[in-house]
C-alpha cells in the first residue's frame, strides 16, 4: 500500500455540522437538484409511458381478436393495472425525495440567516 493510499484511509468524513455553510449548501443543493431531476423525468416521461402501457395492450387484444377497442378503455385498464400503480407510487416517491431535499437545503439557508441575526443582535447590545 502506498503512502497516499495509507493516508486517504486514515481521513474521515468531516461532520456535517462542522462544515462550513457555503459547503453544507452546496452538498444540500446539489442532493436536491439530482433528486428534483429524478422527479421531473419520472413527471415528464409519464405521458409516453401510459402510450406504451396502452399500445402494448393494443396489440395484445388484438392479438386476441378483438379488433376495435375504444381509446377510453384502453386508458381505464392500463390505469387499472399493477404496473401503472407502480410507476405512480415511484413519481410520488421521487418528489417526496426532492421535496425533503428541498427542505434540508432551505434549513441550511435558516440556520445561517438565525446566526447572521444573532450576530448582528449581540453586535447591537455591545454598542448600547
Sequence with gaps: MRTSERAM???KEMPAKERS??????LTGKAWATAKREADLLEEMK?????QLKTALLAKLTAAGETKVPES???REVKASTEWE???QGLCAAQEKANDA??????VELEH???VDFNANA???RRM
Design 86 to 88: 407502480t410507476y405512480i
Design 113 to 115: 440567516s438565525e446566526m
Design 9 to 11: 484511509a486514515s481521513i
Design 123 to 125: 453586535r447591537h447590545e
Design 21 to 26: 455553510f457555503s459547503e453544507r449548501f452546496r
Design 73 to 75: 378503455r384502453l386508458e
Design 47 to 51: 405521458g409516453p409511458r401510459l402510450e
Design 102 to 107: 428541498w427542505v434540508e437545503r432551505r434549513a
